[in-house]
Structure formats: structure tokens, C-alpha cells
């Protein structure tokens, strides 16, 4: 049987809402025991210079680079998340020494695979000082460097809980930011890429009308109606025509076309973009899939789990349904690409990124 690491997955991801951690307890395989998981959210502050480094984080043109204030606010994010780190451990009663490896993933501020450039705001090896445990950061830059497209990353995780699904063909969607989707084919085959915005636009468009950082249950797009003019506009994007795998930076989709419609009509109109980019993705699968399961802040959008059952044929469920944590997947995920990472083992293939060939990847630093 294969080594059992304990692995702590932390993620950031494109969300401003703050930092999520789970425990995993995984050869890295086929095995994934599942632990306890926490989020903390970030301070308002924080979350406003987030905002400000999407701007500054422009001006980037290597990985290593953090002009302006942007070194001030990584070494912010590192100290939050350490700190997260021990909240977590004390809550949930588990001695630092049990864990083999954090898998860190730090902000996104920028993502531009064209130029081979991806930017994760997070110090691995200052986490590792402050919480004197292995860390492997960075899983996104090798992919990147060799030209795939360095997302999403979560698919082989994503293949270990397809096990739970009632029959295959499935597809996971997580909606953070982005959207993504993974199809698992019946014989354990991948196929994964961003498909549209996921929770970005429709947050964003609720902090500016409501002063709430999401739009509730979708209460706010309910209330109102999309205007299929500007969905238009928004559906002739180029990305959405481009073959899979491909991936969005945070950025790639603006505010910009409903602009001019009313807090309802453009909360309606957002909400129908996200759920028909999550429906157009569909036509890149080799095969329709049996169940969509659905994780990611998006699922708990009431208003948007509706527009995604009429826009799809098969059913859709949230991930509580196969007895998941549908807020808790992703930093599984990095947790189980940590170990992976540990062990050698590709955490990117040619249908999941556009890799030249199944890659591993990760930086590791080890515990001072």
C-alpha cells in the first residue's frame, strides 16, 4: 500500500472573501480520508488592497516580481494565513507535528498563461517559518513555464471523488471566481478548463448596489431581468469559442456591459452568463455527462442553481449530495497536489491544461 502523508490544503484561489482550510489524508492516489474544515475571513481592509494589487499586479512581467506595494501586502497574506493556519490546528484539536505538508496556494492576482506568467500572492518559505511545517507552493508555475495553461488544477482530485458518484459520465463545476469544469469520463479519463466567470461579476456588481460582498440566495438577480442583448455581447466572447483546455484570469470579463442596466436587471444578467457558460462548456465533452455536481460559493446561489438545472439535461446537485463539502473541495484539492507533488506524481495533463505531457509540479520549502 502506498505511504499515507497528512497534508493540509490552504487556499486563497481568486476569492476576496478570505482563506479556506482542509485536512486530507491521502497516498496521493486513490485514497483520500477526508478531515475537518475551516474558513476565516479576510479583514474588509484586506480585502480592499486585494482589490488595488488586480490593478497593481498588471505591471508584472516575471513570477517573481512585486512592484509597487504588492511585497507588503504577500508578506500580509503569509502572516494571515499562518495564523489561519494555527486557528484551525487549535479548533479542531490537531497537533502540528501530524502534518507532513501544506499545500499553499496563496492569491491570485495575476494569470496570463499567453505569456507563460501566473502570480500567486503567498510566501511559501515564510509559511513555512511561521508554522515550522513543510510547504509546497507555486503548483501552478511549471505547467505555465512549459506552455499549458496552469489551470484548474483541482480535475485529479475531482477524479478521486467521482468514485461517490452514482454513475459516470460526471461533472464537477466549482464556482468561485471563475467557473470551472471537470469531466470524468467512465474510465477515469479528464477533460477540465475554466468555462466562463464564475462568482467574480456578480459579487462584484452586488458590493457596488447592495454594500454586501454577494447577492444572497440570488434575491437581487431574481428580482430582475437579464437583458438578452447584452448576454449576447457578453456570449460572443472570444474565450468562449476557443477549444478546451483554457483558462480565465479573474480579470478577462468586466462590468463593463451592464453597466447602464439597473441593480436587478444586471445581478439577473450576470447570473444568467455564469450559468450559460457553465451549460455552452457541455459541448466540449466527449461525452454528456450523467450528473453535474456542483461546488464552490456559486452552489449556495439559489437563484443560480435554478438557471443551471433549466439550463442542463442531466441532473444537478450540489456537492453535499455525494456527501461532500462543497466549500471544502478545493483546498482538499491542494492539499491531495501537495502530496502528489511530494511524491513525483503529475498533477497536469495534456486535456486538463494543455500540458505538453503529464506533469508534476510545486516548490517545496522545508520546515525551519
Request: hydrophobic share 45%; net charge negative; proline share 7%.
Amino acid at each position: 500500500m502506498a505511504e499515507l502523508l497528512t497534508a493540509l490544503g490552504v487556499m486563497s484561489g481568486t476569492s476576496m472573501d478570505g482563506v479556506d482550510i482542509a485536512l486530507l489524508t491521502t497516498d496521493g492516489e486513490e485514497t483520500a480520508e477526508r478531515g475537518p474544515f475551516f474558513s476565516q475571513p479576510y479583514p474588509a481592509a484586506i480585502r480592499a488592497r486585494i482589490a488595488d494589487a488586480l490593478d497593481e499586479a498588471r505591471e508584472i512581467k516575471e513570477r517573481t516580481e512585486r512592484p509597487a506595494s504588492l511585497a507588503i501586502l504577500e508578506g500580509q497574506l503569509t502572516a494571515i494565513h499562518g495564523e489561519a493556519i494555527r486557528n484551525y490546528l487549535s479548533r479542531m484539536g490537531i497537533e502540528p507535528s501530524s502534518i507532513d505538508v501544506i499545500g499553499y496556494h496563496g492569491h491570485t492576482v495575476l494569470h496570463r498563461p499567453e505569456q507563460r506568467l501566473t502570480v500567486q500572492l503567498g510566501d511559501g518559505a515564510m509559511l513555512a517559518r511561521l508554522t515550522g511545517r513543510a510547504v509546497v507552493n507555486d503548483l501552478r508555475a511549471a505547467d505555465v513555464q512549459a506552455g499549458g495553461e496552469g489551470a484548474p488544477l483541482a480535475p485529479v482530485y475531482h477524479r478521486v471523488l467521482a468514485a461517490r458518484a452514482p454513475e459516470r459520465p460526471v461533472a464537477f463545476v466549482n464556482i468561485g471566481g471563475v467557473a470551472n469544469v471537470t469531466w470524468v469520463g467512465r474510465d477515469g479519463a479528464l477533460l477540465a478548463f475554466d468555462c466562463g466567470p464564475g462568482n467574480a461579476l456578480m459579487d462584484d456588481w452586488a458590493m457596488r448596489h447592495t454594500g454586501q460582498p454577494v447577492d444572497i440566495d440570488g434575491a437581487l438577480a431574481r428580482s430582475g431581468t437579464a437583458d438578452e442583448a447584452v448576454l449576447r455581447t457578453f456570449l460572443l466572447s472570444g474565450f468562449l469559442e476557443r477549444p478546451a483546455p483554457k483558462s480565465l484570469d479573474r480579470g478577462d470579463f468586466t462590468l463593463e456591459p451592464v453597466e447602464h442596466l439597473s441593480p436587478a436587471d444586471g445581478a439577473a444578467t450576470l447570473a444568467r452568463l455564469t450559468a450559460a457558460t457553465i451549460a455552452r462548456a457541455a459541448s466540449w465533452f466527449p461525452e454528456q455527462p450523467t450528473w453535474w455536481i456542483v461546488c464552490g460559493g456559486g452552489r449556495r446561489n439559489r437563484f443560480l442553481m435554478e438557471l443551471l438545472a433549466w439550463h442542463l439535461t442531466a441532473p444537478v446537485a450540489p456537492a453535499e449530495a455525494l456527501g461532500l463539502d462543497g466549500d471544502a473541495i478545493e483546498a482538499e484539492a491542494w492539499a491531495y497536489l501537495a502530496v502528489r507533488s511530494l511524491k513525483g506524481l503529475p498533477i497536469t495533463f495534456p486535456t486538463t491544461t494543455r500540458a505538453p505531457q503529464p506533469m508534476t509540479g510545486g516548490v517545496l520549502h522545508q520546515r525551519s
